[in-house]
């Protein structure tokens, strides 16, 4: 019995949903239409309602990278349909994996694949021919895949174009297929490789392309990425190279900067035109690696206080964490560097970078100076005396809770021995001892009770003394709630190239009257300001901001 004579047994209209697909652009659009019309042709045929369509164009069955496909599975579970109707089998899936777990959650869901060229019910046989096909079509795609890369190979060895991304600086003759260098990036290519040599960073070499008007290949501005992956391309020193990159993980990802072994990949030395000679390109390649095996004293991990906080005033980018080593003694300097500028250069963004250490400094310094002000002392102390008595009202409910649990097992005690008494039933015995463990058991929770209870109050100076305590620990690093206080007060720091803007949220609604650094109603409430002047050595001390940037306070700069 196929799943549609079933439901019909049971007096309900079959529900189905079509699903209709092709692997490539190759195939013609048409091919869509034509599944969705067989598949609507049988719904009519067997008294099916349709319920929805889903439709994958150009995606391949051997993956279930399929967005319809993933989406008819998920709409499964709603119930909208029992039926999932496929023109044949292999357009639910080439896979046999695949196919058997979304079908196993297709059944989850109580809903049926059913194909209209292959007429499969439930029986033993179905079961069989349905893994024969299935079996047919991962080898016909294994097969038809095979087959595609011999005929690849053999136009590799011929150093033939064949497909995917071509190199920067070169391009694909259409009569012949084969690579021929294009002038104008070739110029660019050799700068990237020339300047690595010379010793400049990738910075300055992406700065010097983009005043150029050199573009990528997309037509945009380079960044970090464009000329990293070039400087390894050995394709820039002639040498043809196909199939290198690692095949795929049985869970379908690849690592393209993981080589097959040297038997697998075709390499055919002056199979390419060359852009760059072999002693720049193995010049660059040296300074690379140099530059990966620095010393682990130069890889040492920094901490950033700001982490996520910290913005450029001009292009909005985030600052990220930056070491570097200069000068003879390779002197370490820490600072936040604009994100935007690093990855697209100066053009893009000019700001300057800010020493970690006085940025990280004057906001924790701020940040104490708000959450530790003396002017919260009072109130402090005021909110321990409330939690004191609420916290010994507390143990009183609990303590008459206990001796009121006592008085009715005392009460109950009473009452047996009154009846023993009177009756001498010894039934009665095992019920009295029960109650007395009871007893004995309350009398000792109210023991422990009334020693633990009665939380008394603290003298002010030891309070204040904890509380500056605290505040030195926040400053000096070793207070563990440092990082959690920087985050629930700090919203952004916004870095310009004079001056540095902190933006505060739950500032103590006690303190916004009283701190002049804070910004005035003009602001949104729930968002405080503070303004300092910024210098390349120094960070000082606050200002209004209603007066111009200028230094007020904070010391000499050193």
Do not use: W
Not at 34 to 44: G, T
Not at 200 to 229: C, H, M, Q, W
Not at 436 to 441: M, S, T, V, Y
Request: proline share 3%; glycine share 6%; with cysteine.
């Amino acid at each position: 019995m196929t799943a549609i004579e079933r439901i019909k047994s049971r007096g309900r209209v079959p529900r189905a949903a079509l699903y209709a697909r092709f692997s490539s652009d190759n195939q013609r659009e048409e091919s869509i239409e034509a599944q969705l019309r067989a598949m609507r042709e049988y719904c009519a045929r067997n008294g099916v309602a349709i319920v929805e369509e889903f439709c994958d164009r150009a995606r391949s069955a051997t993956t279930d990278d399929r967005p319809e496909f993933l989406n008819m599975i998920s709409t499964s579970k709603e119930g909208h349909f029992d039926i999932v109707l496929v023109h044949k089998l292999d357009r639910f899936s080439r896979n046999r994996y695949d196919s058997a777990y979304y079908k196993r959650e297709l059944r989850k869901n109580n809903v049926t694949l059913m194909s209209v060229l292959e007429n499969l019910d439930d029986s033993p046989e179905s079961i069989i021919l349905e893994s024969v096909l299935e079996g047919m079509s991962e080898y016909y795609s294994k097969n038809l895949g095979r087959e595609v890369m011999k005929g690849m190979k053999e136009s590799a060895r011929q150093c033939r174009y064949t497909g995917g991304h071509v190199p920067y600086g070169f391009k694909v003759n259409k009569e012949t297929y084969r690579f021929e260098i294009e002038e104008h990036e070739a110029e660019a290519v050799r700068m990237i490789f020339q300047g690595v040599c010379d010793g400049l960073g990738y910075a300055e070499i992406i700065d010097k392309l983009n005043y150029l008007g050199y573009r990528n290949k997309a037509g945009k501005p380079f960044v970090k990425n464009s000329i990293t992956e070039m400087l390894r391309n050995e394709k820039y020193r002639g040498v043809f190279i196909f199939n290198r990159a690692a095949a795929k993980t049985p869970m379908g990802t690849r690592n393209h900067h993981k080589s097959k072994p040297d038997g697998e990949m075709i390499r055919i030395e002056g199979g390419m035109p060359r852009i760059v000679e072999d002693d720049v390109f193995f010049k660059v390649s040296g300074i690379i690696k140099s530059r990966s095996q620095r010393t682990t004293s130069l890889r040492a991990k920094e901490t950033y206080l700001l982490t996520g906080k910290v913005v450029c005033g001009y292009c909005g980018s985030a600052f990220t964490g930056n070491c570097m080593h200069s000068g003879r003694n390779k002197r370490k300097h820490v600072t936040y560097k604009c994100g935007g500028k690093s990855k697209r250069g100066e053009l893009h963004c000019n700001a300057k970078d800010v020493n970690r250490n006085y940025l990280e400094q004057f906001v924790v310094q701020q940040i104490s100076e708000i959450i530790f002000s003396e002017d919260r002392i009072p109130l402090i102390l005021e909110g321990y005396e409330a939690s004191i008595a609420m916290l010994n009202q507390q143990s009183d409910s609990v303590l008459n809770t206990l001796k009121e649990q006592r008085q009715g097992i005392q009460t109950k005690i009473d009452n047996i021995i009154s009846v023993i008494t009177q009756s001498g039933s010894p039934s009665l015995l095992a019920t009295l001892d029960r109650l007395e463990q009871e007893l004995a058991q309350v009398d000792e929770k109210i023991e422990a009770h009334e020693q633990s209870s009665g939380c008394k109050s603290v003298e002010p100076a030891k309070v204040v003394a904890a509380y500056r305590k605290a505040q030195q620990m926040f400053l000096d690093g070793t207070l563990p709630q440092r990082r959690q206080l920087i985050n629930l007060y700090v919203k952004r720091v916004v870095v310009y190239d004079d001056y540095v803007r902190i933006e505060l949220h739950n500032v103590p609604g006690s303190l916004k009257g009283n701190d002049a650094r804070l910004t005035d109603d003009s602001e949104p409430c729930d968002v405080h300001m503070i303004l300092a002047r910024f210098s390349r050595k120094k960070i000082h001390a606050f200002i209004p901001r209603d007066k111009n940037v200028s230094k007020i306070g904070g010391g000499e700069e050193n």
